[in-house]
């Protein structure tokens, strides 16, 4: 897992330590001392620590002007255990809404199982941001059986098309505009 860095070909475009609207502002970073661990496994030092000792988190971009922000996930997303959406909503999301991003894509390649407790602060993130959308994209297919059999699917949109994103070969400014397309297209806001 030390081998898994945050995707880091949009860092010339923005990095979440110098955004001083960003939870992650004035932090510092080695290349080389690895101290934080998923399981006894130690993971790459650019992985931001929310709380959680399962998952872990990079803000790739943020645009508060367009109200939207991208972040990559890490590890198991464990709110049975370990209440890791508390973690994410309370320390990352609820500090985002405060400076205005409404709309939230949330890469999830590397996130590895999900363990589901109740919807609580699923149902608070999607009323703090009332029209704005909260997005995943490429998920594994057994963490999102799992969401669904949850039923995560009113509060978190999914689908084939969006879990297929090639989203490395674009910038962050056409992903939202793809992505937001795509979900007024669908009408997928619709109650």
């Not at 860092?11 to 290349?31: C, V, W």
């Not at 972040?71 to 609820?94: A, C, P, Q, S």
Request: aromatic share 20%; net charge negative.
């Amino acid at each position: 897992m030390h081998n898994i860095e945050p995707f880091y070909n949009w860092r010339h475009l923005y990095k979440a330590e110098e955004d001083s609207n960003s939870p992650f502002f004035g932090r510092t970073y080695s290349q080389f001392e690895y101290t934080n661990t998923i399981y006894n496994f130690y993971i790459h030092p650019q992985w931001d620590y929310i709380g959680s000792e399962t998952l872990y988190i990079k803000i790739l971009f943020s645009d508060y002007s367009k109200n939207f922000a991208i972040i990559e996930l890490l590890g198991e997303w464990n709110d049975t255990l370990h209440n890791d959406i508390m973690f994410l909503k309370r320390e990352v999301i609820d500090e985002l809404i405060f400076h205005g991003i409404k709309y939230f894509i949330l890469i999830g390649e590397n996130v590895f199982n999900f363990h589901s407790s109740d919807d609580s602060y699923y149902q608070e993130w999607k009323e703090d941001i009332e029209d704005g959308w909260i997005v995943l994209v490429n998920f594994r297919q057994h963490v999102l059986d799992e969401m669904k059999n949850e039923r995560l699917f009113y509060y978190l949109f999914w689908s084939e098309i969006l879990n297929n994103v090639q989203w490395r070969k674009t910038s962050p400014h056409i992903l939202f505009k793809l992505i937001n397309e795509y979900i007024s297209k669908s009408n997928l806001l619709k109650e």
